[in-house]
T-cell receptor, first 112, second 111 residues
Framework: GESVGLHLPTLSVQEGDNSIINCAYSNSASDYFIWYKQESGKGPQFIIDIRSNMDKRQGQRVTVLLNKTVKHLSLQIAATQPGDSAVYFCAERRGGSYIPTFGRGTSLIVHP | ETGVTQSPTHLIKTRGQQVTLRCSSQSGHNTVSWYQQALGQGPQFIFQYYREEENGRGNFPPRFSGLQFPNYSSELNVNALELDDSALYLC??????????FGSGTRLTVV
């Protein structure tokens, strides 16, 4: 079936390193992608989004890259901090649908 | 600006019982969505309400039902609870076709 998935379930980095979290999607009709951060005991928090007519978007310390050719999405976090430790989810929405599909998530662990 | 609030935070129910979870949407938002998040998984979309009507539904049986009120708050009702219904239930509010703002969820345990 069509789905959104993540390559790595856990990513451990040192404080100050750059982190890259990857996500694959299989539905070429997906036209909107969102990255969420979920800390323990909390709901997902919006980080950054990107539409399919773009291939890169930058926020504060975060960059999302979209490669439609290989149906791949990545989240780059610069100068990772202990406060970035959380589970990160990518979600996609297919054209004309309000229903988002979430991937399983990647746990990011930042060591001081 | 008040965010999305959910009640209760934790709940334990017995198999076969019914449960009602509540959600107050963020000020200014007119759309509410509910998600089920099993342990170690991403949120799964249950349904969305807009202007007090169901506006989309995921792959969940009819024993999952909801309501949206004129003040845009919402309820999620689950009948005939099963053990597999144990999960974190997330409410999210938004303006229609905008990204969701999530609450902290209700942790439901079915025993």
């Amino acid at each position: 079936g069509e789905s959104v998935g993540l390559h790595l379930p856990t990513l451990s980095v040192q404080e100050g390193d750059n982190s890259i979290i990857n996500c694959a999607y299989s539905n070429s009709a997906s036209d909107y992608f969102i990255w969420y951060k979920q800390e323990s005991g909390k709901g997902p928090q919006f980080i950054i989004d990107i539409r399919s007519n773009m291939d890169k978007r930058q926020g504060q310390r975060v960059t999302v890259l979209l490669n439609k050719t290989v149906k791949h999405l990545s989240l780059q976090i610069a100068a990772t901090q202990p406060g970035d430790s959380a589970v990160y989810f990518c979600a996609e929405r297919r054209g004309g649908s309000y229903i988002p599909t979430f991937g399983r998530g990647t746990s990011l662990i930042v060591h001081p | 600006e008040t965010g999305v609030t959910q009640s209760p935070t934790h709940l334990i129910k017995t198999r076969g019982q019914q449960v009602t979870l509540r959600c107050s949407s963020q000020s200014g938002h007119n759309t509410v969505s509910w998600y089920q998040q099993a342990l170690g998984q991403g949120p799964q979309f249950i349904f969305q309400y807009y202007r007090e009507e169901e506006n989309g539904r995921g792959n969940f049986p009819p024993r999952f039902s909801g309501l949206q009120f004129p003040n845009y708050s919402s309820e999620l009702n689950v009948n005939a609870l099963e053990l597999d219904d144990s999960a974190l239930y997330l409410c999210a509010s938004s303006l229609l076709d905008s990204r969701d703002t999530f609450g902290s969820g209700t942790r439901l345990t079915v025993v």
